[in-house]
């Protein structure tokens, strides 16, 4: 496939020009391209490397009455991912290879998006049991109890010495759970601060998810500065929404939270952005179930926080949106430079649209986003140089 007439931007920076996909991957970026293929014209609008989802909950197995590999796939390239990182918290817990591969089958036989599928840090979410990890091979990089806390730090510390001695990554859902139910904010922090304390002991690399808390990201920047080796992400609904409101988990801050997570994206201390897509049915949310879809808003709500109202350079949000959940999954993904695979989005960074939940891809429409008006949509997504979406 050759992209002609591009906008070309990624975390190196950005110039006009084309885009030659072959095979797979990026053969070449300049000016005028000429080759005998497909050619998708981007009329002057931005191409720039397809975003990946570090976070995000496709329900399947055992709840794909809420989404499912195949829609979960189809809401990820409308909003112009090309691959996404799964939870755990399925039904059976996804806490050994025969779940993986399942689920990794499902997603190859869809062919959207590429899947990465987490095991949980514990079998079953027993909060005790970590044996389970020996089994595991090179498909799973890393581990994860998202949706509720490591309670033991005896637990965690045995999960990240493993995890390390396999160069895998451990994702941390910062959670004190008997604190939670009377002070979230202080449940979040607790946690965090424990969890650097034990990647630190055990040389693992620790992944913070949801940052929400102006302690938290603090904490996590201190302990980036004494060179402990973690990453973090923050979500979309967290630097739009303040002052509650929505019911997600952790839950929407204060003001002054967002414009400290704001200020770290801006001063690079934050690795990516994620969205933890959590799909639930009407019925499931009037009930209290925390979480909502994010995959089809996300880069509008960034573009419209970050770059137009925040002036935050595109390029940076390239790279939280690509290039930062690329290196921590080890893809050749993120840059527009040849050999890195062909997987790209095309937006059109001067449209404003308003946000309808019946439009969704998603099996879920709990969103939010309702009725907000946003700046910057995706016009198609291309995996590997074919395109998954197009408006």
């Known amino acids: ?16 020009g084309d885009l030659l996909i072959r095979d797979g991957k990026i053969a070449a970026v300049g000016g005028e391209i000429a080759a005998d293929c497909a050619v998708l014209d981007a009329q002057g609008m931005t191409v ?7 976070h995000a909950h496709f329900r399947d197995p055992g709840y794909t009455y809420k989404e499912d590999i195949v829609t979960g796939s189809a809401a990820a390239a409308a909003g112009g991912y090309c691959a996404v990182n799964l939870m755990a918290n399925t039904d059976p817990v996804c806490s050994h290879m ?5 689920v990794l089958q499902k997603a190859a036989d869809c062919g959207l998006v590429q899947v990465h599928q987490c095991v949980s840090v514990t079998e079953n979410f027993d909060g005790e049991t970590t044996s389970h990890l020996q089994e595991l091979d090179g498909r799973v990089k890393l581990l994860s109890e998202d949706g509720k806390g490591v309670m033991k730090n005896a637990v965690m510390e045995r999960a990240m010495r493993f995890a390390a001695s396999r160069h895998m990554a451990v ?4 959670e004190d759970m008997d604190i939670s ?8 922090n607790i946690a965090t601060a424990q969890h650097i304390v034990l990647a630190q002991h055990t040389g693992c690399h620790l992944h913070l998810c949801h940052v929400s808390t102006k302690e938290a990201i603090r904490y996590i ?19 739009w929404f303040a002052d509650g409101g929505y019911r997600v988990n952790p839950p929407i801050r204060k003001q002054e939270d967002v414009d400290v997570l704001i200020g770290a994206i801006k001063d690079g201390w934050v690795d990516m952005i994620a969205t933890d897509h959590a799909p639930h049915t009407d019925d499931d949310k009037q009930k209290g179930a925390p979480g909502m879809v994010g995959l089809e808003t996300a880069f509008a709500v960034c573009y419209t926080k970050l770059c137009i109202q925040n002036k935050l350079p595109l390029e940076r949000l390239s790279a939280l949106l690509s290039r930062g959940p690329a290196e921590l999954l080890g893809y050749d993904k993120g840059r527009l430079r040849p050999g890195f695979d062909g997987d790209v989005v095309l937006v059109d960074t001067d449209k404003n649209w308003v946000v309808d939940p019946a439009a969704l891809h998603s099996k879920s429409h709990n969103t939010p986003f309702a009725g907000v008006e946003l700046t910057g949509q995706v016009l198609a997504t291309v995996r590997g140089g074919r395109v998954t979406y197009r408006r």
């Open 48 to 54: 720039m490397p397809a975003f990946i989802d570090m």
């Open 98 to 102: 025969d779940v993986v591969e399942k």
């Open 221 to 239: 920047i201190a302990a980036k500065k004494a060179g402990v080796d973690i990453t973090c992400e923050v979500a979309p609904h967290h630097i």
């Open 181 to 188: 139910p009377y002070d979230y904010r202080l449940a979040e």
């Open 171 to 174: 994702l941390s859902h910062a």
């Open 1 to 16: 496939m050759l992209i002609k007439n591009a906008q070309l931007v990624d975390c190196d920076g950005r110039g006009r």
